[in-house]
């Protein structure tokens, strides 16, 4: 598959305009995916791109994770369930079929109740490891948090101090290596048709 050609953006309502768009020219509902390493602000541009908007959806990446796996060193970020988010939400989704999935949960650390899939005109997920051959296909409009590494993993463990966490270690000995290895292995911003500068 060839590189997308692609857009910057540092606007919310322009990407907007992009999203619609993009819903148009499908003619069916479409998912949007947000990526880019951890840390990089892929959760709170999700959060404003759906904020007042009431067909649009966003769904957790963190929903799609499985906590052991991804606390581990892995060339392709297989702690994140891809195959389970595109056949349980995202196909379902793009097909307007019922549909039923299973988020993560954190506290029992297992997969919870079947919820249903929500119905809408946009779905917005945003994942790290989102940009990978499992996944992309199902993809409408891809957005890459474009944040240097170094700065993401700053604003990540700046993140988890606020939150009385200690991640320094799997920053350094387990994420940011995950996140070389994923580049080299996958060169996700390379898969990003809008690269977002917050």
């Given at each position: ?51 007042g ?51 993560y ?42 944040v ?36 080299r ?14």
């Amino acid at each position: 598959m060839s590189a997308p050609v692609q857009r910057r953006f540092s606007d919310i309502s322009h990407l907007r305009q992009v999203i619609d768009a993009r819903r148009l020219e499908r003619g069916r509902p479409i998912v949007v995916g947000v990526s880019g390493y951890g840390g990089s602000g892929k959760s709170t541009l999700a959060r404003d791109v759906v904020e007042g908007r009431s067909a649009m959806i966003r769904m957790r990446g963190d929903d799609f994770l499985d906590p052991s796996r991804s606390h581990r060193r892995s060339s392709d970020w297989d702690g994140v369930d891809r195959c389970r988010l595109v056949s349980e939400v995202l196909a379902p989704f793009r097909e307007e079929r019922e549909s039923t999935f299973h988020r993560y949960d954190w506290s029992r650390r297992e997969l919870g109740e079947p919820e249903s899939v929500p119905a809408g005109e946009v779905l917005v997920v945003d994942l790290i490891g989102l940009f990978h051959p499992e996944s992309l296909p199902a993809l409408d409009l891809t957005i890459w948090m474009d944040v240097p590494l170094d700065a993401a993993r700053e604003r990540g463990m700046r993140r988890d101090e606020e939150l009385g966490r200690d991640h320094s270690r799997l920053w350094d000995e387990v994420w940011v290596p995950n996140e070389v290895d994923f580049d080299r292995n996958h060169a996700p911003r390379d898969s990003a048709e809008i690269l977002y500068s917050a």
